[in-house]
């Protein structure tokens, strides 16, 4: 029986007096690929953050079978919708990928953190642009540098947050193309999507949200975009 790398038991996130994911329960097994989808409104991105601890949120949570106060952070990638640099930082798109590797107390970067942060530039197809500023970037070259930035540690579970919103065709089929990579090597790769596109073929399993709850869970192909059309 393959190793869980994420489990929620009775997870729940609030804003306020307004709960926006019901009581979610489900567990994903390592070397999965998963889809967590629905309409907009529907608690994917708060689900992500509530796992990751982003926001606050109730029930019970495991990474690798440990609860947050014992998660291994380099074992864990996560890409968000976006990154926020501050007004008059110049941060070149290598720096922002360095930094993926930097950890409490570690405030410089290695000849080694450089060269892994190199080589995941070029996987991404982004190491042309190693020293233009990132914030002058592309919205889909933008995510792909955090995909680069969140590969540096070589985690087992990679979350991302939407990485397909406003991207174009060239960046979606380059992370198609890393999700394959990843799943080739047993990482285990859970993503928000809006749409499946280039991805679906990479997937095992779909999550469809409606309202904060799960609306279907399932490993066939074929259910997928039908569960999409009534989410």
Do not use: C
Request: no cysteine; hydrophobic share 40%.
């Amino acid at each position: 029986m393959p190793d869980v790398a994420l489990k929620v038991q009775e997870l729940s996130v609030r804003y306020g007096n307004h709960e926006v994911v019901h009581g979610l329960t489900f567990a994903f097994p390592a070397g999965q690929i998963v889809a967590i989808t629905g309409t907009n409104g529907s608690g994917k991105s708060s689900l992500i953050k509530g796992i990751l601890g982003i926001v606050n949120a109730s029930g019970e949570r495991e990474i690798h079978a440990l609860p947050p106060h014992k998660w291994e952070w380099n074992r864990i990638g996560y890409v968000p919708q976006r990154i926020a640099i501050q007004p008059g930082v110049q941060s070149t798109v290598l720096e922002v990928v360095s930094s993926g590797a930097l950890s409490k107390g570690k405030l410089f970067y290695s000849r080694k953190v450089k060269q892994t942060s190199l080589e995941k530039l070029k996987e991404v197809g982004m190491d042309h642009r190693l020293h233009s500023p990132f914030n002058q970037l592309s919205g889909g070259q933008q995510q792909r540098v955090l995909i680069a930035r969140a590969l540096v540690k070589n985690p087992d579970l990679l979350i991302m947050d939407e990485p397909l919103s406003g991207i174009d065709t060239q960046s979606a089929q380059t992370l198609a193309n890393m999700v394959s990579l990843l799943k080739n090597q047993g990482k285990t790769v859970v993503m928000v999507l809006h749409e499946l596109g280039p991805l679906e073929v990479h997937l095992d399993r779909v999550i469809t949200l409606q309202q904060g709850e799960i609306l279907a869970d399932s490993t066939n192909p074929a259910e997928w975009k039908l569960e999409a059309h009534h989410a």
